[in-house]
């Protein structure tokens, strides 16, 4: 029987084991036999598979997008719009991200302004005070 043990598998995508069995459990890569000892194997494909899962996430997809993404891939009536599609919801999830951290980062710099700061007691702290609502 040829094909790649997880071991292999997981070497040639740089990830653990672990994180193979945990993708196979998302149906994101599945093994396509198992050795009579019950050993996975794994095709060519699964690493191909693999490297698309983590390329997916590094941009900030879930893995159930991901798996949406590769039942496109895998559908021959899909064309690229439909992948657009995903691609452009993703960045309007990342645009609101954004401006929600921004929002967050002026909050944090007005409380961080308004700190009495080094030498005062914590009971002088406004950050604190915010903190436990008594600002």
Do not use: W
Request: net charge neutral; aromatic share 6%; with cysteine.
């Amino acid at each position: 029987m040829s094909g790649l043990s997880i071991g292999k598998l997981a070497k040639a995508c740089a990830v653990k084991i672990d994180t193979v069995r945990y993708y196979e459990r998302k149906g994101l890569v599945m093994p396509i036999d198992r050795t009579e000892s019950g050993y996975r194997v794994y095709s060519e494909d699964s690493v191909k598979r693999l490297r698309f899962v983590r390329k997916a996430q590094s941009l900030g997809f879930t893995l159930e997008e991901i798996k949406e993404l590769l039942e496109l891939s895998d559908m021959p009536e899909a064309d690229c719009a439909d992948i657009r599609e995903k691609a452009s919801a993703k960045i309007k999830e990342v645009e609101k991200r954004i401006a929600d951290l921004i929002a967050i980062k002026e909050s944090l710099g007005e409380l961080a302004e308004f700190c009495p700061g080094k030498g005062k007691p914590l009971n002088e702290c406004s950050i604190l005070k915010h903190f436990y609502g008594d600002n």
